[in-house]
């Protein structure tokens, strides 16, 4: 690798992305996160929260009959999507990180965005037009990121 590494997540992924670049800070120029579930602790203990899982779950079986019967599918949503500790990871964030996301997506509560923007300015929020999944809009913000990581040098790049 001659270039900045830079890591992609989607989704789930993005908590995973943002976990791994803590631990690895050093090795990585950035992150570019889709659609990143980003859930307080007050979010994960609301009775609501539970209600929309379980809307999540059901568009999911909709799907996927098999994997709502999936042990790592279950774990990963308890262990991974309502671990309380995901806010603060975003936090601790150092380096310049794109948070790209869809205007209609309803499992990302994108309602904690802004106070997350506020108290990190290493993060930068795009919105694009769609609910959650890549799209053709999600994908050119991607690419667009991605590029001005490789312009900028990687890392050194200020919002």
């Given at each position: 690798?001659?270039?900045?590494?830079?890591?992609?997540?989607?989704?789930?992924?993005?908590?995973?992305?943002?976990?791994?670049?803590?631990?690895?800070?050093?090795?990585?120029?950035?992150?570019?996160?889709?659609?990143?579930?980003?859930?307080?602790?007050?979010?994960?203990?609301?009775p609501l929260f539970e209600k929309a899982m379980a809307g999540f779950r059901e568009v999911?079986?909709?799907?996927?009959?098999?994997?709502?019967?999936?042990?790592?599918?279950?774990?990963?949503?308890?262990?991974?999507?309502?671990?309380?500790?995901?806010?603060?990871?975003?936090?601790?964030?150092?380096?310049?990180?794109?948070?790209?996301?869809?205007?209609?997506?309803?499992?990302?509560?994108?309602?904690?965005?802004?106070?997350?923007?506020?108290?990190?300015?290493?993060?930068?929020?795009?919105?694009?037009?769609?609910?959650?999944?890549?799209?053709?809009?999600?994908?050119?913000?991607?690419?667009?990121?991605?590029?001005?990581?490789?312009k900028n040098g990687g890392p050194h790049e200020t919002f």
């Amino acid at each position: 690798v001659t270039g900045p590494l830079v890591l992609v997540g989607h989704s789930m992924g993005t908590l995973i992305a943002t976990r791994y670049f803590n631990q690895h800070s050093d090795s990585l120029a950035g992150l570019v996160l889709v659609s990143a579930p980003i859930y307080r602790k007050e979010d994960i203990e609301n009775p609501l929260f539970e209600k929309a899982m379980a809307g999540f779950r059901e568009v999911v079986g909709r799907k996927n009959r098999k994997l709502l019967k999936s042990k790592a599918f279950n774990a990963s949503l308890k262990n991974i999507v309502s671990d309380t500790s995901s806010y603060e990871n975003f936090l601790k964030i150092m380096r310049p990180t794109y948070l790209i996301y869809g205007e209609l997506d309803q499992i990302i509560a994108s309602f904690n965005y802004p106070g997350l923007l506020k108290l990190n300015p290493n993060l930068k929020a795009i919105k694009t037009p769609g609910a959650h999944g890549v799209t053709v809009d999600k994908y050119s913000k991607i690419l667009s990121s991605l590029k001005k990581y490789i312009k900028n040098g990687g890392p050194h790049e200020t919002f």
